[in-house]
């Protein structure tokens, strides 16, 4: 049974920095697929950033060149460095892994509220 476990949300100003946690525990493989997905009151939720096991980090637009994600296999850790951060970016951030053809898993949230 594999349980993932995020923590580093709360609030911060506009421009202010957060850094997001993923702990992951179970059956862990290091070919996997972990990413950052947000859900916003009223909207879909949406992908943030992932990073795979092997290759580099994937960004949605909105996020590039604020927003860092990696990943410590040895922990089976994921991190999520926001810098330069944005009302639009309140949200509930949610953690996610995929391996191979498991059903994916996902972390209870964690909020994120960027407001003056």
């Known amino acids: 049974q594999v349980q993932l476990v995020e923590s580093g949300g709360g609030s911060v100003q506009p421009g202010g920095s957060l850094r997001l946690s993923c702990a992951a525990s179970?059956?862990?493989?290091?070919?996997?697929?972990m990413a950052w997905y947000r859900q916003a009151p009223g909207k879909q939720r949406e992908l943030v950033a992932s990073?795979?096991?092997?290759?580099?980090?994937n960004y949605a637009d909105s996020v590039k060149s604020r927003f860092t994600i990696s990943r410590d296999n040895a922990k089976n850790t994921m991190y999520l460095q926001m810098n330069s951060l944005k009302p639009e970016d309140t949200a509930v951030y949610y953690c996610?892994?995929?391996?191979?053809?498991?059903?994916?898993?996902w972390g209870q949230g964690t909020q994120v509220t960027v407001s003056s």
């Open positions: 996610y892994l995929k391996q191979g053809a498991w059903s994916p898993v």
């Open positions: 179970g059956n862990i493989f290091s070919f996997n697929t």
């Open positions: 990073v795979a096991g092997i290759g580099g980090p």
